[in-house]
């Protein structure tokens, strides 16, 4: 697999997973399509560079960085060195208008030995 390619699906994975409800737009532009029915997201190259859904309507991301699966020094072990994000933190970033996170991860976590993934991390 290509680099450029791995780090394409990876992205659209975070940026798909994070949407929710408001990430293409309202059901009004949309009629009957739910949240548990979202359109297929896909991301288009050239003049018409952007992410769309499957309905052709540009989705426009409005994000914060999410950091709570980075790796990060500890100087102190009995603190952590994240907080763990909650359905309570998503529904705030809703609420101020974010529709997208961009998830900060750790290389190391993800692919602990060369060529294999951890889906538990994912």
Known sequence: M???SFYERIALLCIASTLGGS???SNAEAPGIGVAELPALHAER???AGIYDALGRQVLLRGVNLNSLGDYYQDAPELPTVVPATQRDFAAMAELGFNSVRLVLSWSRL????GVIDRGYI
Request: glycine letters at 24%.
């Open 2 to 4: 290509r680099w450029s």
């Open 46 to 48: 050239g003049a018409r």
């Open 111 to 114: 692919e602990p030995e060369p």
């Open 23 to 25: 990430g293409c737009g």
